[in-house]
């Protein structure tokens, strides 16, 4: 049968859905969800950010919180439990459940406000995915009030969708994308696609395990 989209539950016996029917959520396309320390439940939709405490329903959107954009493409929990939203057209938003504070091209180095996706590496910095199909990319990194732009080769790409995030015990970081998979040493990227790899011309997730083995 069809289904409305939503958010599901699952604790290994029994699903819930949680839907504009039966719930707080009012939208049909999620695109993120993450759990903080509380076990308060943060739900990135198309039309504002969700928070579900097993009871209550808080909707987050423009017009009632600092949060730049409606259109929700990625959340993160940092460290210290802090909110980091990544949205479309709206650029990057933090969140400590007091203050909002929003990051675009006009108050930061970020030279675009497509956030596809956002990643913490192991020595805390921030891993911001640029851009979307068509349009430009790359990688904006910061470290604190210091920030690197990555444009350019190899997000010059028309496909150049980031997917996924990983870093590795050697200090390298894995990007899945529309073009291929890529590698940063820290100092430069190499791409890996079906021109010198047994992989296609796009990866969709990345992982490296305990043994430093990319999958």
């Known amino acids: 049968p069809d289904r409305i989209g939503g958010a599901a539950r699952f604790d290994g ?14 939208s049909e396309y999620v695109r993120a969800i993450v759990v903080d320390r509380q076990g308060v439940k943060w739900i990135g939709a198309t039309n504002g950010l969700y928070r579900f405490d097993g009871v209550e329903w808080t909707h987050y959107h423009r017009d009632n919180s600092g949060l730049p954009s409606n ?21 990057l938003a933090r969140f400590d459940r007091t203050t909002w504070t929003a ?23 921030m ?5 979307s199909s068509g349009s430009a990319g790359g990688i904006a990194i910061a470290d604190g009030d210091d920030w690197g732009i990555h444009l350019g080769s190899p997000f010059d790409s028309y496909y150049n969708d980031i997917y996924a995030i990983d870093f590795g015990h050697d200090g390298k970081t894995w990007v899945a994308a529309g073009f291929g998979l890529a590698v940063h040493d820290g100092a430069s990227w190499t791409v890996y696609d079906a021109t010198n790899s047994p992989l296609p011309n796009f990866a969709y997730d990345v992982a490296v395990d305990s043994l430093g083995i990319v999958w």
């Open 71 to 91: 259109s929700i493409r990625h959340l993160l929990l940092d460290e210290n439990d802090v909110l980091w939203i990544g949205t479309s057209n709206g650029g």
């Open 13 to 26: 016996t029994t699903w819930t859905v949680y839907d504009r029917t039966n719930s707080g959520l009012a």
């Open 103 to 125: 990051y675009d091209t006009s108050n930061s180095p970020l030279p675009f406000n497509w956030i596809d996706r956002i990643e913490r590496d192991p020595g805390g910095r």
């Open 127 to 131: 891993w911001t995915a640029l851009g």
